[in-house]
């Protein structure tokens, strides 16, 4: 998420996949407007939604809404949705080279929030997140890459991997060997969410990634 004045765009979780996101949004710091009850809006990951690889102040409001509304997200992975189980390594490459110059994360939005100003603070409540059924993880080749990420001289032919997700128990399988850590996250008042994430183990031949929404 990130959020310029009055406007904030909502970016994808690539290792789960592409995203669904349900948030509240609460402007801070000042009285409410009397403005009538919340509303809930829907904003879709369409080619007009979403941009790819890049912030921009001036993009133009995708979504309008107020104080106290909620806003279900959808997001897409990298590249546009583009890189999905059985594309190759050089595509990869490729849609990075065509983006010269952007990142490649998907970002949707912005959202103009109606009253906020400048230097505000805007509050985010996440109150759900739905993954879709695929996920991945790849560093492009390092030695044709090296300043593109932190892993780049420990992959110079690069590397990629997909997943597909179990939504009924929240897990994939990375290999068949299990190795689990809680990580904890706070999401509001009195709300954590513990994850299930796996450690990253030299000579481990497998792991299983495990991602639970609970509330500790």
């Not at 560093?139 to 690069?158: H, I, M, Q, R, W």
């Not at 290999?175 to 513990?194: E, H, I, L, N, Q």
Request: glycine share 10%; charged share 25%.
């Amino acid at each position: 998420m990130n959020s310029i004045g009055h406007v904030f765009k909502m970016g994808s979780c690539t290792a789960l996949g592409t995203l669904a996101w349900v948030c509240g949004l609460i402007l801070m710091g000042r009285a409410e407007p009397a403005f009538s009850a919340s509303r809930h809006y829907s904003l879709p990951a369409t080619a007009e939604n979403v941009q790819w690889g890049w912030y921009d102040p001036a993009e133009k409001p995708k979504l309008t809404i107020r104080s106290g509304d909620t806003v279900s997200i959808e997001t897409l992975s990298h590249s546009l949705g583009q890189i999905k189980p059985g594309v190759s390594l050089n595509e990869i490459m490729k849609l990075r080279r065509d983006n010269d110059g952007g990142g490649p994360h998907s970002i949707t939005g912005p959202i103009y929030v109606e009253g906020a100003e400048p230097g505000d603070t805007l509050e985010v409540r996440i109150l759900k997140i739905v993954p879709k059924s695929d996920g991945f993880n790849f560093n492009l080749p390092g030695k044709e890459f090296p300043t593109v990420g932190l892993l780049a001289s420990e992959f110079p032919e690069g590397f990629v991997r997909f997943y597909k997700l179990d939504l009924a128990k929240m897990e994939t399988e990375f290999k068949p060997f299990t190795m689990r850590r809680a990580a904890r996250a706070r999401f509001g008042p009195g709300k954590t969410a513990r994850t299930w994430i796996s450690t990253s183990c030299k000579r481990v031949q497998s792991c299983t990634f495990r991602c639970s929404s609970r509330e500790a």
